[in-house]
């Protein structure tokens, strides 16, 4: 592959650059991965990516790349899809509820496979909430399968399931800029199309490319605005929640718009102490879980099978939640 040709076809700023096809961005970000272009390189085709913003082909070229390179995981026995939870930003201002939403899911009989990273600068991760709150995280692919299979959850750290992405995150420490990996693991399938992603971004316009690229990819998934880059619903406002699947979209709920009347009970800080104690709380039914969060789970419910409509979905997680109303 002749790199330098690439860096100049995509290098020449927003509005001079040419888009790669699909399958170009494939065997690009293919080599990529498997090490095989030099860190200078490597560098130039981030920033270049960066400064003309890659397009839905590239994105699924790059999807592509990434997926076919992931060790494959089976799907659990039983007619449920297991939800596959990506969880790459962590708790900087309010408390990171992925994990709540992981465990919740669990006790409705869902298989769950949370992936992320150890560490996120400084913010407080779901890996670190999990190990306060007792779920160590798996120490091999194996052990992983074991977990779902016969726990029902499993917390897998991204450098065991996609070491060459976990390489390209990294390049933002050196960088100072996020890159196309950081949108790539959020979009992951180690199930091979078998599972239901929890897709979320932050900004609109990344909403709008994950939405492009997982209906092209004929994805199943719940798209949603994440809080602070998580996947779970905002506590205090429901983001709209839209399910993707056979190359569709619908919107399951419309995003909340009007000023709230209670605020919700939550943790008082985002540390993982804090965070687990709030948590084990709401298990316990001593503190209610936050209405978007139970629309979250309702759309979870139903887009994975454990239930056949949305209103079954709801009236099931208001009867499990303590009669939390959720329409």
């Known amino acids: 592959m002749d790199l330098a040709a690439v860096i100049r076809e ?44 890659e397009t839905v082909d590239e994105m699924v ?6 997926n076919e390179r992931l060790p494959g995981l089976a799907r659990p ?6 939800v596959l939870i990506p969880t790459y930003n962590g708790a900087r201002r309010s408390a990171n509820l992925t994990p709540l939403l992981a465990l919740r899911l669990q006790r409705f009989g869902v298989p769950v496979l949370v992936h992320g990273v150890s560490d996120d600068y400084g913010r407080v ?11 160590q995280a798996c120490a091999s692919l194996a052990q992983a399968q074991l977990a779902i299979d016969e726990y029902g959850l499993a917390y897998l750290p991204l450098p065991l399931m996609a070491p060459g992405l976990d ?19 959020k979009m992951l399938d180690p199930f091979r199309g078998e599972a239901l992603l929890l897709a979320a971004a932050t900004h609109p316009d990344y909403i709008t490319s994950m939405r492009a690229v997982l209906t092209t990819v004929g994805a199943h998934a719940l798209l949603l ?31 909340e718009r009007d000023s709230l009347r209670v605020l919700p009970q939550l943790p008082d800080n985002c540390d993982a102490g804090s965070t687990v104690a709030w948590m084990q709380r709401v298990l316990a039914g001593e ?7 139970a629309n979250q789970l309702a759309c979870c419910l139903y887009a994975c099978g454990r239930t056949s409509t949305l209103n079954q979905a709801k009236a099931l997680v208001a009867v499990e939640c303590a009669g939390l109303a959720t329409a």
């Open 125 to 135: 991760t779901s890996e670190q909430i999990f190990a306060e709150f007792g779920v």
């Open 167 to 185: 390489r390209q995150l990294a390049l933002r420490g050196r960088l100072g800029l996020r890159n196309s990996a950081h949108s790539l693991v």
């Open 61 to 66: 070229g790059f999807l592509a790349a990434a």
């Open 77 to 82: 026995p039983g007619a449920l899809r297991p």
């Open 287 to 293: 503190a209610s879980l936050p209405a978007p969060i």
């Open 225 to 255: 605005r994440g809080s602070e880059g998580e996947p779970f619903a905002n506590p205090r406002r429901r983001p709209q929640i839209e399910h993707v699947h056979d190359g569709v979209s619908d919107i399951l709920f419309e995003a």
């Open 10 to 53: 995509i290098g020449r700023g927003a509005t001079g650059a040419r888009d790669m096809s699909c399958a170009e961005a494939q065997a690009l970000y293919g080599a990529i991965l498997d090490g095989e272009v030099p860190d200078l390189e490597q560098g130039a085709i981030a920033i270049a990516l960066r400064m003309k913003t």
